[in-house]
Nanobody, 123 residues
Framework: VQLQASGGGLVQAGASLRLSCAAS????????MGWFRQAPGKERRWVAS????????SYADSVKGRFTISRDSAKSTMYLQMNSLKPEDTAVYYC?????????????????WGQGTLVTVSS
């Protein structure tokens, strides 16, 4: 299983970015997926998750209303649309997949991880 996260960069506060997570080596529709982030010196924190079919999503309170998670089965890719970015959104963003059926906020529930993509939001 390989997960390739991309789309990070340096933006100003208020801007938007779209992260992508391309998956290979797995049956895409058999996995729920999630985004996590880790700021310097802090623990990895859950951002958002999406179920296998894409019909159910869940968000951390800190990003609710600003971020949107989605997935495209035809491209075996998950996305995170990030709007109204804030300096506190600065972190390395990781994508992950789980073969378990539900949506989970604990990183322990995820089976495979991507390498991360850095998002830096300047004030």
């Amino acid at each position: 299983v390989q997960l390739q996260a991309s789309g990070g960069g340096l933006v100003q506060a208020g801007a938007s970015l779209r992260l992508s997570c391309a998956a290979s080596g797995l049956t895409f529709g058999s996995y729920a997926m999630g985004w996590f982030r880790q700021a310097p010196g802090k623990e990895r924190r859950w951002v958002a998750s999406i179920n296998r079919g894409g019909g159910t999503t869940s968000y951390a309170d800190s990003v609710k209303g600003r971020f949107t998670i989605s997935r495209d089965s035809a491209k075996s890719t998950m996305y995170l649309q990030m709007n109204s970015l804030k300096p506190e959104d600065t972190a390395v963003y990781y994508c992950a997949v789980t073969a378990r059926g539900g949506i989970y906020s604990s990183p322990l529930m995820y089976d495979h991880w991507g390498q991360g993509t850095l998002v830096t939001v300047s004030s």
